[in-house]
């Protein structure tokens, strides 16, 4: 048994690459977030909600993503349907990016103290850090700690201003397949 992609021209290599591309960004971003979580809770705390909320949008995603791959590769995606679903994820992401960047864009990383000064700081600084109620970490508070963790949450910022761009080329090329399978259809119906 042969296993093809659809052919589907330009457009079809376009949403493979874009798949493609979205997988390896949700992974970095779930790798990133899920290590700050661990960290955090590693210390007995709650982590920040902007780090849950990226981490649960950034999975989601990856099985949306997965499934929808699997579903065009044996041609049973309905492209317009996915490109809909495709830019509800781009809102989420918009809106996670939005809440990740909102502190980060005037940071000065280089600024902040280096790793090895502030190791320990963490697990035993008392507040602002952490509330002493709900032990939950401020989110500023988290990305200031040293210079180690700015750097990654800043990636973690640009990986989802990435995924952002690659939900709406994806949304397009969706739009863009779902009219070429359309016009083909029409045209072996009038054939026919």
């Known amino acids: 048994m042969r296993f093809q992609a659809p052919q589907l021209g330009a457009l079809g290599v376009t949403f493979t690459v ?14 990133l977030c899920a290590n ?3 960290e955090i809770a590693t210390a007995e705390h709650s982590p920040p909600s902007e780090l849950v909320g990226a981490l649960t949008v950034a999975v989601t995603a990856i099985i949306y993503v997965i499934i929808t ?19 509800l994820l781009l809102v989420a992401s ?20 280096s790793s090895e000064w502030s190791s320990g700081l963490f697990w035993s600084t008392p507040s602002p850090i952490k509330s002493i109620i709900t032990k939950t970490i401020s989110y500023i508070s ?20 990435t995924i952002c761009l690659l939900f709406a080329f994806s949304t397009l090329a969706c739009l863009g397949l779902w009219q070429r399978i359309r016009r083909e259809t029409k045209n072996k119906d009038i054939e026919g």
């Open 18 to 31: 874009m798949r493609a591309s979205q997988f390896a960004c949700l992974i970095s971003v779930i790798g």
């Open 69 to 87: 791959y699997i579903l065009y590769y044996d041609n049973m995606l309905s492209m317009l349907t996915t490109a809909g679903l495709d830019s």
């Open 94 to 113: 918009i809106v996670v990016a939005s809440l990740i960047g909102k502190p980060l864009s005037m940071l000065n990383c280089a600024a902040l103290p």
């Open 36 to 38: 700050f979580i661990n």
């Open 142 to 161: 988290f990305v200031l700690l040293d210079q180690t963790t700015c750097y990654q949450i800043k990636a973690v910022w640009g990986l989802c201003i």
